[in-house]
């Protein structure tokens, strides 16, 4: 297909640079086969779901990922954006023309690092010095790595080391975090548990690759970038049984579907799964393994917007997002959420 049939215009304005407060008062656009547009909040989540459903949440922890240094007198800035062993990452390297193979980058508070191989698409692989666990380095000395929509705009800040968080995170590897899980609460999940609405967590690490743009004119013609995940078997056991019980997954981000969706087999039966993923989900593909996507709004010609079209229909959802522009709604990561029920 045609990647400009997935553009649109997107008032800079409508782009959140910070979420909203408490992060379930964030609008939601509910759209429900071909029931009108629904203007609601996500702390009505728990009357728009059936008990006996399963919100699927992506557990992943974001990680100080963004580094600033020197090689020499020369400024570097690197984005980590997928492990390769306990000292070894691929990153995105700002100024990359003044690094060389070998050479030795010195970032913030005694952390360095060497610039191992440089690939093709730009990216290179650099491996940390020293003993310390590369996590401990991190937090000495990168920041959060802010969505370049937003870092273009603003610095990040203390705030945002909460605030680009969900609550479900626990493993750390994500670069940046799952969006759609930032605007569940405490209070919100309570009511969900009273409303019958069940819950399990899978793990994408999700990598910078999610914000590179689609720069083919088709998308037969775009790679897509992999990225690591896992579902044990206990977790798809239960969700395969949510299922045969006449209840509905809903994944909560398009992370958590993309690993539904790469784990489920050709009868929609959720598989373990362990290991990277590089599904890219256009209009066409026959979803398997889930019924509904829970999910902020997203860049004009991304992998992202064409997901949801993909599951919704593009028509449909360019009629979504007219009318999200139209009421005011907040965009992408820090912004407002959308319930998608095909």
Do not use: C
């Not at 691929?90 to 360095?112: M, P, S």
């Not at 440089?118 to 692989?125: M, N």
């Not at 998308?219 to 969700?239: F, K, Q, V």
């Amino acid at each position: 297909m045609r990647v400009s049939l997935f553009d649109f215009e997107l008032p800079p304005e409508l782009i959140a640079l910070r979420p909203a407060r408490p992060r379930d008062a964030a609008r939601m656009l509910v759209i429900d086969g071909d029931e009108p547009f629904g203007d609601r909040t996500v702390r009505d989540l728990p009357g728009l779901l059936r008990a006996g459903d399963v919100l699927v949440f992506n557990d992943t922890k974001v990680i100080p990922a963004q580094l600033e240094g020197r090689r020499g007198e020369a400024r570097i800035g690197a984005t980590l954006h997928k492990r390769i062993d306990l000292r070894r990452w691929q990153a995105f390297i700002r100024n990359a023309k003044r690094l060389h193979e070998g050479d030795t980058i010195a970032f913030a508070n005694g952390v360095a690092a060497i610039a191992e191989q440089r690939h093709d698409d730009g990216a290179w692989t650099i491996a940390f010095a020293g003993d310390e666990p590369v996590e401990l380095l991190l937090e000495r000395a990168g920041r959060m790595p802010l969505p370049p929509y937003i870092a273009g705009k603003r610095a990040a800040d203390e705030a945002d080391r909460s605030d680009y968080q969900t609550i479900f995170a626990d493993k750390n590897g994500a670069v940046a975090a799952p969006t759609a899980a930032l605007h569940f609460t405490p209070d919100l999940l309570a009511s969900l548990d009273a409303a019958g609405v069940k819950r399990e967590t899978l793990t994408l690490h999700v990598g910078a690759g999610t914000f590179l743009p689609v720069k083919a004119a088709d998308t037969a013609e775009h790679a897509m970038h992999s990225e690591w995940g896992r579902i044990d078997a206990a977790t798809a056991a239960r969700l395969n049984a949510v299922r045969k019980a006449g209840g509905r997954i809903i994944a909560v981000g398009t992370t958590s579907l993309r690993l539904l969706e790469s784990a489920a087999d050709e009868d929609g039966a959720i598989q373990p799964f362990e290991g990277d993923t590089a599904i890219f989900i256009t209009p066409g593909y026959r979803f398997r393994a889930v019924d509904g996507l829970m999910t902020n709004f997203h860049l004009p010609r991304s992998t992202l917007f064409m997901l949801v079209s993909a599951l919704i229909g593009l028509k449909r959802m360019q009629a979504a997002y007219a009318h999200a522009i139209e009421q005011g709604y907040r965009f992408y990561s820090y912004g407002d959420a959308s319930l998608l029920i095909p």
